[in-house]
């Protein structure tokens, strides 16, 4: 029959040659190199690996890491839920201009991001003068790398809220408003449950990308070893010195940090599937 849905079905033989072919391709771009690491960063025995992490460089890149990761993540989870809420639940004057804007570390490259942000903190920026004055450094230190991750993750929580919250619409919050519930309860009472999963998702992403970051914090950094390293940085100027192993084995923590923050992915996917596939119906 033509309203048949199974005879739109693609041919068996097809769908196995597709699949087959995805899977090809994905062991081949993404498994083979992962596993090659891995090799590479075992292959003079866990001694060598241990001793290569152990080293204060690399354990001062790891902390600088995860100092950035906790500073981003609350800081875009908090900002990116408010500019979803302004964005799905009011009409204003440059809506569209902001939402432009908020595409903007997807469409920029990193490292034109980071140099924004020497043409504002640098020596010659336009704060030079003010930071000069009070002390305040932010380039070549913590608060660049910070700035820097920032810019480059913001849209991962808000654009994973837009959609979610577009579909689930305002009347639950106005039905909510109705019967007397002030704002913070509303949001805590109604919003916030409706929305939590896309939310932990959106800041799973964003946890994954400001681990990784190598572009914008490279040119905000400094490349000051044991202060101004995070662990991407770190991998890059051991494989410049020939140091493969030390490389590598910070490269393969470095994948586990992100095969961790892939298996915190999937779980949420298979146990709240369904309010993250709303959040991506829209995109």
Not at 28 to 55: I, T, Y
Request: proline residues 4%.
């Amino acid at each position: 029959m033509a309203n048949d849905p199974s005879s739109l079905t693609e041919p068996r033989w097809l769908r196995w040659l597709l699949i087959a072919l995805a899977v090809l391709v994905m062991g081949v771009l993404v498994v083979l190199p992962l596993g090659m690491v891995l090799v590479a960063a075992f292959g003079d025995g866990f001694r060598a690996w241990w001793s290569a992490l152990a080293e204060p460089d690399a354990r001062a890149a790891l902390r600088l890491t995860l100092f950035t990761v906790a500073i981003v993540l609350p800081i875009n989870a908090v900002f990116g839920l408010l500019t979803a809420w302004a964005v799905t639940r009011f009409e204003f004057r440059g809506k569209r201009l902001l939402l432009a804007v908020l595409d903007l570390p997807f469409a920029v490259s990193p490292v034109v991001a980071g140099l924004c942000l020497v043409l504002l903190f640098g020596s010659h920026g336009w704060f030079a003068q003010w930071l000069a004055a009070h002390e305040v450094k932010i380039l070549f230190a913590r608060p660049g790398i910070v700035l820097a991750t920032l810019f480059i993750t913001f849209p991962f929580v808000v654009r994973e809220l837009i959609p979610l919250m577009q579909q689930q619409g305002a009347e639950e919050e106005l039905a909510a408003r109705s019967l007397g519930a002030g704002a913070w309860t509303m949001f805590f009472r109604v919003t916030l449950p409706k929305i939590r999963w896309g939310l932990l998702y959106g800041v799973l992403l964003c946890g994954a990308r400001a681990m990784g970051e190598f572009g914008a914090v490279s040119v905000v950094s400094g490349h000051i070893r044991g202060l101004t390293n995070t662990l991407p940085l770190h991998i890059e100027i051991l494989y410049n010195e020939f140091d493969t192993t030390a490389a590598f084995a910070a490269a393969s923590l470095l994948s586990g940090m992100a095969l961790v923050t892939l298996v915190a992915k999937f779980w949420l996917e298979r146990a709240h599937g369904d309010a993250i596939a709303a959040s991506h119906g829209k995109h």
